[in-house]
């Protein structure tokens, strides 16, 4: 199954961060996305690019609805010309399989 078929599973703070191997797997499937660490915690991030300020804002509205439908919300930065979205849970102060879904998911938003 891939990632933005996969549905989203509720988080705790005891719930499992992705493991080394499962990483690979699931990085594999979102390419464009970097691993990045900000205070100790990784993140997924990526910018998308637009030809001007009000097409990255749409796109962050629509990252933003998803982000609500989905009850698990990312940093987002938009500016003329691109949004950087940035995904990771927060409970668990690392990267969770929901992330990668998310990731998966904005990517297809950008598609469309």
């Not at 919300?73 to 938009?78: D, G, K, N, R």
């Not at 927060?90 to 938003?109: M, P, V, W």
């Amino acid at each position: 199954m891939t990632l933005v078929n996969e549905t989203c599973s509720a988080c705790h703070a005891d719930a499992p961060r992705v493991g080394d191997d499962e990483l690979t797997a699931l990085k594999a499937q979102i390419p464009e996305w970097k691993l990045v660490e900000e205070d100790g915690t990784p993140k997924l991030q990526r910018i998308f690019s637009f030809t001007n300020f009000a097409d990255a804002l749409a796109f962050t509205n629509r990252v933003g609805e998803l982000a609500e439908s989905l009850s698990h919300h990312p940093a987002l930065i938009t500016e003329w010309g691109r949004v950087t979205v940035i995904w990771w849970t927060h409970k668990i102060h690392g990267l969770h399989r929901n992330d990668f879904i998310c990731a998966a998911r904005t990517d297809q938003l950008y598609i469309s």
